[in-house]
T-cell receptor, first 114, second 111 residues
C-alpha cells in the first residue's frame, strides 16, 4: 500500500540552528500539505501545495520558515533559525487533486529544540 | 471562537458500550466533514467522511451531520480497547478549500 514518506523521524537541534524536513507524497497525489501539531492540539496547516504552486501559506511564519516543492513531487520544509517554541510534531500529508478532506499522513517528524 | 470545537475529554466508556463524540463548526459554508483517528504517538488516519445531513455508517462507526445546527458527531458501537485514541473532527472551510481540524477528543475504552 502506498504511503507518505517523511524524514527524519526525530530531530533534536539547538535554538538558532537550521533544520530541514523532507516529505515524499503518495504517487499521483497533486496536493501536499505541511502541518504542525502541538501536543493536545489538532494539526495546524502551515502550507498547502497544488503541484509545485503554493495555494495557502497564511499560517507559515515566513520570517523563519520556508517550504518548496520544486518539481511538484517531494517537498522540503525548512526552519532557520529554530526557536524553542518550534518544538512540535511536523506532519506531511497528501491527497488527490480536489479531495482536500481525504488526506493521507506520513509518520511525522518530532522536533525538539533545546 | 474556534472554527472547529470538540470536547477534549477524556471520554471513558466500558468495552461494548456506544461512544459518542461531538463536534461543532462555525463556517456555515462548509460542505464536507471528516473524522480522523490518531493513536498516541502516531499520525492521523481518516476513518469517516460525511457530506449531507443525516447518518453515514461504516461498520461499527456512524457519522451524523446536522448542518442547521452546525453539528457533527461520531458514534462507535461495541467499543473496543483498540478504539482508544484521539478522534479529530475536520471540516473543509467553505471559502478557502482547506481542512480545519479540531483539537480532538481523547477516548478511553476500558475492559
Amino acid at each position: 500500500e502506498a504511503e507518505v514518506a517523511q524524514s527524519p523521524r526525530y530531530k533534536i537541534t539547538e535554538k538558532s540552528q537550521a533544520v530541514a524536513f523532507w516529505c515524499d507524497p503518495i504517487s499521483g497525489h497533486a496536493t501536499l500539505y505541511w502541518y504542525r501539531q502541538i501536543l493536545g492540539q489538532g494539526p495546524e496547516l502551515l502550507v498547502q501545495f497544488q503541484d509545485e504552486s503554493v495555494v495557502d501559506d497564511s499560517q507559515l511564519p515566513k520570517d523563519r520558515f520556508s517550504a518548496e516543492r520544486l518539481k511538484g513531487v517531494d517537498s522540503t520544509l525548512k526552519i532557520q533559525p529554530a526557536e524553542l517554541g518550534d518544538s512540535a510534531m511536523y506532519l506531511c500529508a497528501s491527497s488527490p487533486a480536489g479531495r482536500v478532506g481525504e488526506q493521507y499522513f506520513g509518520p511525522g517528524t518530532r522536533l525538539t529544540v533545546t | 471562537q474556534k472554527e472547529v470545537e470538540q470536547n477534549s475529554g477524556p471520554l471513558s466508556v466500558p468495552e461494548g458500550a456506544i461512544a459518542s463524540l461531538n463536534c461543532t463548526y462555525s463556517d456555515r459554508g462548509s460542505q464536507s466533514f471528516f473524522w480522523y483517528r490518531q493513536y498516541s504517538g502516531k499520525s492521523p488516519e481518516l476513518i469517516m467522511s460525511i457530506y449531507s445531513n443525516g447518518d453515514q455508517e461504516d461498520g461499527r462507526f456512524t457519522a451524523q451531520l446536522n448542518k442547521a445546527s452546525q453539528y457533527v458527531s461520531l458514534l462507535i458501537r461495541d467499543s473496543q480497547p483498540s478504539d482508544s485514541a484521539t478522534y479529530l473532527c475536520a471540516v473543509v472551510s467553505g471559502g478557502y478549500n482547506k481542512l480545519i481540524f479540531g483539537a480532538g477528543t481523547r477516548l478511553a475504552v476500558h475492559p
